[in-house]
């Protein structure tokens, strides 16, 4: 394998970080890694919040489902997705004037645009981790930063076209850490020739096989299904996280500033 293919599988979560700030040269290379990947149309539809700031760090890991490691990251990456740089700009260059002018209808950001963005932020967001990764920087991905809309739009000033997508506590690698990796699924149940295939119960058994060994009756389920459900899916965080989305589209959508 090159080192490229041997850097991608290596990489863990790591929650558990070196007493040890990032070194300024490795944060540059991180987020000039970061603003190298690929974007739709070059507009680079994303921004990067540097989180430093020990009581921001301790709020995080409170409103992203109290995970206190959070706070004990030396640095956190936040990614927005980011369409008000660019509608910014195009009131800048007085876009809006030059549509009446030619009768065609200005529009503000629409939903396809927030996907969009999405994706530009993920796609720069795992540069970063990466080439954190071949730094001996080691990262999770925060996901509840979805959650509570409102107080993250508060804590970093978010303006209206911003939505945050992913946030990254990053650190060295302890010493002592030992590198566990989790099970994936098999490609056959993942990777698809031409078409979309719908797995049926034979598949199901298979697939979650070496998954699930647990004491349902205590947990008062009957299968993995049903933990991962109450676990995951149907939990009080993505209940949080449904309403909070929502909310943030309501606003996205709102009527133009």
């Given at each position: 394998?090159?080192?490229?293919?041997?850097?991608?599988?290596?990489?863990?979560?790591?929650?558990?970080?070196?007493?040890?700030?990032?070194?300024?040269?490795?944060?540059?290379?991180i987020l000039k890694s970061a603003m190298k990947a690929p974007t739709a149309g070059n507009m680079q539809l994303y921004s990067i919040i540097v989180i430093k700031d020990e009581e921001t760090k301790k709020k995080l890991s409170r409103t992203c489902d109290n995970q206190d490691f959070i706070a004990k990251a030396p640095i956190?990456?936040?990614?927005?997705?980011?369409?008000?740089?660019?509608?910014d700009y195009y009131d800048y260059c007085n876009v809006k004037k030059m549509c009446e002018e030619k009768d065609i209808v200005y529009n503000g950001p629409e939903e396809a645009d927030l996907f969009l963005a999405c994706s530009d932020a993920l796609i720069a967001a795992q540069n970063a981790v990466i080439a954190a990764e071949s730094l001996e920087i080691g990262s999770c991905y925060i996901g509840d930063i979805m959650e509570n809309y409102e107080i993250h739009r508060e804590i970093f000033g978010l303006p209206k076209?911003?939505?945050?997508?992913?946030?990254?506590?990053?650190?060295?690698?302890?010493?002592?850490f030992e590198r566990v990796h989790r099970e994936r699924f098999g490609i056959r149940y993942i990777v698809f020739d031409e078409k979309y295939k719908r797995l049926k119960k034979e598949d199901f058994e298979?697939?979650?096989?070496?998954?699930?060994?647990?004491?349902?009756?205590k947990l008062n389920v009957?299968?993995?299904?049903?933990?991962?459900y109450f676990q995951k899916?149907?939990?009080?965080?993505?209940?949080?996280?449904?309403?909070?989305?929502?909310?943030?589209?309501e606003n996205w959508k709102g009527e133009i500033l």
């Open positions: 394998m090159n080192h490229v293919i041997k850097t991608l599988e290596k990489r863990v979560s790591l929650r558990r970080y070196k007493d040890l700030d990032i070194r300024e040269e490795d944060l540059e290379t956190i990456l936040l990614f927005l997705a980011d369409m008000q740089r660019w509608f076209w911003t939505f945050p997508i992913a946030l990254l506590p990053m650190g060295y690698y302890p010493e002592d298979e697939m979650f096989k070496n998954r699930g060994h647990m004491d349902y009756d009957e299968n993995f299904g049903q933990f991962m899916t149907g939990a009080d965080f993505s209940i949080e996280m449904a309403r909070s989305v929502k909310k943030a589209l």
